[in-house]
């Protein structure tokens, strides 16, 4: 599973593998960058080569790119989705199926609150993995972040292997005791419960919580 937060200046990257147990683990993770200096067409074929060599080298099975969204800055989310595009389009010449994600769902589902800030995202982002450190800079972390949401939607783990990735690891939902197909098991993690019960609230108040893109591709 490969995250791409797009940007035309720093593009994250990220890779993480889940095992038939869920257990969440990193691959790889790094930051393509494009000088300012440079011509927007030849920063945009350095990010290109930089995504298409991660994609040739891990062959992911999945690749999550976050989905832009308008801001007041134009050129900034200008960039972002043309950088965003040569992620699809790479993915897509590959037979690699594309999910988006919002960055409220990415929020929602790694830290279970869909308007956390960066460094909650980044800390939670270092625990579910089990890093030694934090992944730097934000874009690396975010990157992740898009992979661990995207593997979770598609195939989620129990609610106590979740709970385990927040004390510092996932753990299998067997080893938890608690399989995703088990009676009584829970196949939703526990950041997944805290969006479904956002969703709830905000559909009795009349407002929707963004649901996730669904996959599109092969």
Excluded: Y
Aim: charged letters at 20%.
């Amino acid at each position: 599973m490969l995250g791409v937060d797009p940007g035309l200046t720093r593009c994250g990257l990220g890779a993480v593998t889940v095992t038939g147990g869920r257990v969440v683990r990193i691959v790889d993770v790094g930051v393509a960058t494009s000088s300012p200096d440079e011509p927007v067409e030849r920063r945009l074929l350095a990010i290109a080569d930089a995504i298409e060599a991660w994609l040739d080298r891990l062959r992911p099975d999945a690749v999550a790119v976050e989905r832009v969204f308008a801001q007041s800055n134009v050129s900034t989310v200008t960039g972002t989705a043309q950088v965003a595009g040569l992620a699809m389009v790479a993915a897509t010449r590959r037979g690699i199926p594309v999910g988006l994600h919002t960055p409220s769902e990415v929020k929602a589902a790694v830290t279970g609150n869909g308007r956390a800030g960066k460094e909650q995202v980044t800390t939670m982002v270092t625990r579910v993995l089990a890093l030694a450190e934090a992944p730097r800079p934000a874009d690396a972390a975010d990157a992740l972040a898009l992979a661990i949401c995207h593997a979770w939607r598609t195939g989620p783990i129990s609610g106590a292997a979740a709970a385990a990735a927040a004390a510092g690891g996932v753990r299998a939902a067997s080893d938890a005791g608690t399989g995703a197909g088990s009676p009584g098991g829970s196949s939703l993690t526990a950041a997944q419960e805290a969006w479904r019960g956002a969703e709830a609230s905000a559909r009795r108040s009349g407002r929707r919580v963004a649901p996730a893109r669904p996959t599109v591709g092969r």
